[in-house]
């Protein structure tokens, strides 16, 4: 009989099983849905609606990555990234256009008064000197 102290048959069930599951560790953290970003696109910039799609995909985004579909919630961030920059290029580049525009414009029109000024002074002083 053995009488060594801690027997091995006594101990608990716990202390003596060896947690054999394997521990997944994933390197690539979860899709980001965008949402603050289509939000701010949708109220202050939405031009042709991009933010609004935008928003749409992000929502989407969130939802499949909340039920655990990884590679679709990736998808949709994907497409509303993409949506969210196409909304930012053009309502930043939409005013710069307009005030190139503008400035253009006023330049164009202000030689065109000039020209006209010129001309009809020209007029007017070629009928005076005539006249003397």
Request: one cysteine or more.
């Amino acid at each position: 009989m053995d009488t060594s102290y801690p027997r091995e048959d006594y101990l608990p069930m716990t202390s003596r099983k060896q947690d054999t599951s394997p521990t997944v560790i994933t390197s690539d953290p979860p899709p980001r849905d965008h949402l603050i970003w289509s939000i701010f696109n949708t109220i202050y910039m939405n031009l042709c609606c991009c933010g609004l799609v935008a928003l749409a995909y992000s929502v989407k985004a969130r939802d499949q990555k909340v039920a655990g579909d990884i590679e679709t919630a990736r998808r949709f961030s994907s497409k509303a990234r993409c949506y969210n920059i196409l909304a930012m290029v053009l309502s930043l580049l939409l005013p710069l256009v307009f005030i190139a525009l503008v400035i253009t414009g006023v330049i164009h029109l202000t030689k065109l008064a000039q020209e006209s000024m010129d001309f009809f002074n020209y007029k007017i002083f070629a009928s005076d000197d005539d006249r003397k």
